[in-house]
């Protein structure tokens, strides 16, 4: 399996014109994805088990390493639609990297929602500074990141939220399980009617504390455009 890079960098040849081409064929794939979840067309997936892998590691691979904050955006977006169809709130539990998952139709999706794309793609990368939240293209991105957790803490419930807090956050960045933790699982999960600003307000606040933390942790730092 190889994991997709994103970026359009020059080849080692220097030649511009391949590397333009390489970031368009990387806009026109993260928009059909975008479009083909949008649509709720995610279903043709389910039976071709390659194509599935395809899809879904090069969306997870955007959203977590794309240098476009507007491309890990539409990533996150396609992948929200796709876990809305494919994360049940019931069913049979499955144990995903310390976090108890419920499988829906495509077994595997729960383990790989958890790990490659909250872990990975929502807390991760933000909280290593890819995407400045004062920026208007990368706090759009944040936004979808906390869409795709809220997500995930409604469909999993609180196995996924304990490993939120004490795992992804705690463990992996010095978070506070209990003060931190709790609170990011709250801001992320409320319905007021400032709760999405305050959401990125707060993992904003989060993103400092675990830099600071982890000094020297490198970053891919994001543009705000596709």
């Known amino acids: 399996q190889v994991t997709p890079r994103w970026g359009g960098a020059t080849p080692?040849?220097?030649?511009t014109e391949e590397?333009?081409?390489?970031?368009?064929?990387?806009?026109?794939?993260?928009?059909h994805a975008h479009g083909v979840a949008a649509n709720n067309l995610a279903g043709v997936l389910v039976a071709d088990p390659r194509l599935r892998e395809c899809f879904l590691e090069t969306l997870a691979a955007a959203a977590?390493?794309?240098p476009s904050a507007m491309s890990r955006k539409s990533a996150l977006q396609a992948l929200i639609r796709v876990a809305q169809c494919w994360l049940p709130s019931v069913g049979s539990e499955v144990v995903a990297s310390g976090a108890t998952a419920r499988e829906g139709p495509v077994p595997g999706f729960a383990a790989f929602a958890v790990q490659r794309v909250a872990?990975?793609?929502?807390?991760?990368?933000?909280m290593r500074?890819?995407?400045d939240p004062r920026d208007a293209g990368c706090a759009a991105a944040v936004a979808e990141t906390v869409n795709f957790t809220r997500v995930m803490l409604e469909r999993l419930g609180d196995d996924f939220a304990n490993h939120l807090r004490v795992n992804l956050l705690g463990a992996n960045w010095g978070l506070d399980p209990e003060s931190h933790?709790?609170?990011y699982v709250r801001r992320v999960t409320s319905t007021t009617q400032n709760s999405a600003r305050e959401a990125r307000a707060f993992v904003a606040e989060c993103a400092k504390i675990a830099q600071g933390k982890n000094?020297?942790?490198a970053s891919n730092k994001?543009?705000?455009?596709?």
């Open 64 to 66: 977590a390493t794309h």
């Open 129 to 131: 500074g890819d995407l």
């Open 215 to 217: 000094p020297g942790v």
């Open 222 to 226: 994001c543009t705000p455009g596709m």
């Open 119 to 126: 872990k990975e793609a929502c807390v991760d990368a933000v």
């Open 12 to 15: 080692a040849g220097g030649n």
């Open 181 to 183: 933790g709790r609170e």
């Open 19 to 31: 590397a333009r081409e390489a970031r368009d064929l990387e806009k026109i794939f993260v928009a």
